[in-house]
C-alpha cells in the first residue's frame, strides 16, 4: 500500500484493490526547549547573550552581558547556582555542572566563571571558580573548590583536582596540574583578545555585526 498526502491536505491511500481518500491532520511539532526552568526558577541573561540552539541552559544560571555558549554545551543549574561573567565563552561540547550541600559537602561547591574568560572545547567544569581573564584549554577538567587565578592559562587536557589553587600569572598543566612557567605578556594580552574575539563572533552567529 502506497501513502501520499495530496496539496489539499487530504491523504491518498493506493492498494492493488483500489484507492481511498481520507482526510489528513498534521501532527504539530514538539517544541525544544533549550532554556529551561527548574523548579520555577529560569536562567537570567543579560544584554546580547548568545546560546546555540543545540545547547542547553537549566536553572539557577547568570549569563553576563555578551556571554556566548556555542554547541552541544550542558550549563545544568540545579543544584548550586552557576555564574558566568561579561564577554565569557563556552565552547562547544563543554559540560559545567555544582555540587549540592549534604553531610559530605557542608556547603556545596557553585561555579563562578568571571568576566572575559574563555573556556575551550570539551572543557568540565564542576563546582569551581574561573577568575577574570583566564583560559581553560580543550578536554581540561577543573573540579570542586578549584580557584583559577586571573590571567591563567591551563593547557589543553590538564586536570585540576578538588581544591587546588593556580596561582596568577602562569601556565599550568598535567594531571595531577602543575606549574610549568610565567606566561609572557603577549600570552596575557591574549586572553582579552581571545573573549573580544569569540564576542564578534556571537555577533555574526545572531545576524549583527
Excluded at 491532520?25 to 547573550?49: S, Y
Aim: aromatic content about 6%.
Amino acid at each position: 500500500m502506497d501513502v501520499m498526502t495530496p496539496p489539499s491536505g487530504l491523504i491518498l491511500l493506493t492498494h492493488n484493490w483500489g484507492s481511498v481518500i481520507l482526510p489528513f491532520t498534521e501532527q504539530p511539532k514538539a517544541k525544544i526547549m533549550n532554556i529551561r526552568p527548574f523548579n520555577d526558577i529560569h536562567p537570567q541573561l543579560g544584554n546580547h547573550v548568545f546560546i546555540d540552539d543545540s545547547a542547553v541552559v537549566t536553572g539557577k544560571v547568570i549569563l553576563g552581558d555578551d556571554a556566548s555558549v556555542w554547541p552541544c554545551v550542558s550549563i545544568r543549574g540545579d543544584l548550586m547556582p552557576i555564574k558566568i561573567g561579561d564577554r565569557s565563552n563556552i565552547q562547544d561540547g563543554s559540560v559545567l555542572h555544582t555540587t549540592h550541600a549534604s553531610e559530605y559537602c557542608a556547603n556545596g561547591f557553585a561555579l563562578t566563571i568571571g568576566d572575559d574568560v574563555t573556556i575551550g572545547h570539551n572543557v568540565t567544569l564542576h563546582g569551581c571558580t574561573i577568575q577574570d581573564q583566564s583560559l581553560i584549554g580543550m578536554n581540561a577538567v577543573v573540579l570542586d573548590g578549584a580557584i583559577v587565578e586571573k590571567n591563567v592559562l591551563v593547557a589543553a587536557g590538564s586536570v585540576v583536582g578538588p581544591g587546588k589553587v593556580l596561582e596568577s600569572g602562569y601556565l599550568w598543566l598535567g594531571n595531577p596540574i602543575r606549574k610549568a612557567r610565567p606566561l609572557t605578556e603577549k600570552e596575557i594580552r591574549f586572553f582579552l583578545y581571545s573573549a573580544h574575539h569569540y564576542v564578534k563572533l556571537k555577533n555574526q552567529h545572531q545576524g549583527h555585526n
